[in-house]
């Protein structure tokens, strides 16, 4: 993976920039809550370069990213979880990718819609249209992965991820993904908040901890005022006694490289193959969906892959 542009103008200002990036595991009022706090105001401005991306694209993508962390929290080892979207829309579907180690990658299927100005709490609903939206699971050792689907009921991707743990999981939810732009249309601030009330937690607590989401400030416009997440952690849960249970950074991170690619090449149709080798153009570039990495092969390594295939040729 090659990022396109990395986030702040100096070595300083990314590593400051990249030490922020964090994602927060924790639990309220003894246990009977647990949640997730993410800033990724770093990793959301390096997805949206490299895959080019305008303000509308980047809120899509960027919520999902941050939901897909969040999600995350508590995978252990080589477990990871994909997010996958699939809608009549103009988006057209979200596949998005994360893992243990805070990584996160994913692609919109329909990269050409455009808008021209800051949205924040923009309505996208008829840019989904109908669809489902599904969980995949892949815990590490396990034969196959774990997959559960709803329909989509909202076009809003913290309600329809709700609605999923509602109705596939059984798990009270609620979500708060925000990313917050400058009056530039650069993006500021980006995180999100996930909360689950556990089995035994009271009605009481419930129905204040919905009026705490319904209050909550907006996390991607206080991480743009440079609050860290733990502060903003402490200081709007302190009534709910936060206990932190881990913590680690989060970035914007593929594992594809040209070897990867030149090897998916290999098992293209032998057609196909034979079409490039005598028409080009060369180099010939091939990008990774995930990240929107290009790499480029010439003729000579065309040649040679095609020779795989045909060794007398």
């Given amino acids: 993976m090659i990022k396109k542009k990395r986030y702040g103008s100096t070595l300083k ?73 699939k809608c009549s829309g103009p988006i057209g579907g979200v596949t998005v990718e994360a893992n243990a180690f805070g990584e996160v990658r994913g692609y919109l299927k329909n990269a050409s819609l455009l808008v021209e100005k800051p949205l924040e709490s923009f309505d996208l609903s008829s840019f989904f249209g109908a669809g489902l939206l599904s969980v995949i699971r892949y815990p590490e050792g396990a034969r196959q992965p774990f997959t559960g689907t709803v329909a989509l009921q909202y076009g809003n991707v913290a309600k329809d991820l709700a609605n999923y743990y509602l109705t596939s999981e059984q798990i009270p939810t609620a979500f708060h993904l925000s990313i917050f732009y400058d009056k530039q249309g650069e ?22 901890l919905e009026q705490l989401i319904w ?16 502060q903003l952690l402490t200081d709007e849960f302190k ?53 929107n990495t290009a790499y480029e092969f010439n003729r000579r390594e065309i040649r040679k892959i095609y020779g795989m295939r045909f060794p007398n040729n």
Avoid: W
């Fill in 187 to 208: 993006v500021a601030g980006a995180g999100g908040l996930l909360l689950q009330t556990m089995p035994g937690a009271g009605e009481n607590l419930a129905k204040r």
């Fill in 13 to 85: 200002e990314q590593l400051i920039a990249g030490a922020r990036d964090r994602l927060v595991a924790f639990s309220l009022s003894d246990g009977q809550v647990r949640g997730s706090l993410v800033q990724g105001t770093r990793l959301v401005n390096e997805m949206r370069a490299n895959h080019r991306l305008d303000i509308l694209q980047t809120m899509v993508l960027g919520r999902v990213y941050l939901a897909a962390l969040l999600m995350a929290a508590n995978l252990k080892g080589n477990d990871r979880l994909s997010i996958q979207i």
């Fill in 239 to 291: 009534p709910f006694s936060p206990k932190i249970l881990a913590q680690r950074r989060v970035e914007f991170m593929c594992h594809c490289n040209r070897g990867k690619v030149r090897s998916l090449l290999t098992m293209l149709p032998v057609d196909e193959l034979k079409d490039m080798l005598d028409n080009g153009p060369f180099p010939i570039e091939t990008a990774c969906r995930h990240c």
């Fill in 215 to 230: 209050d909550f400030p907006s996390p991607g416009e206080e991480f743009s005022k440079g609050r860290e997440v733990k």
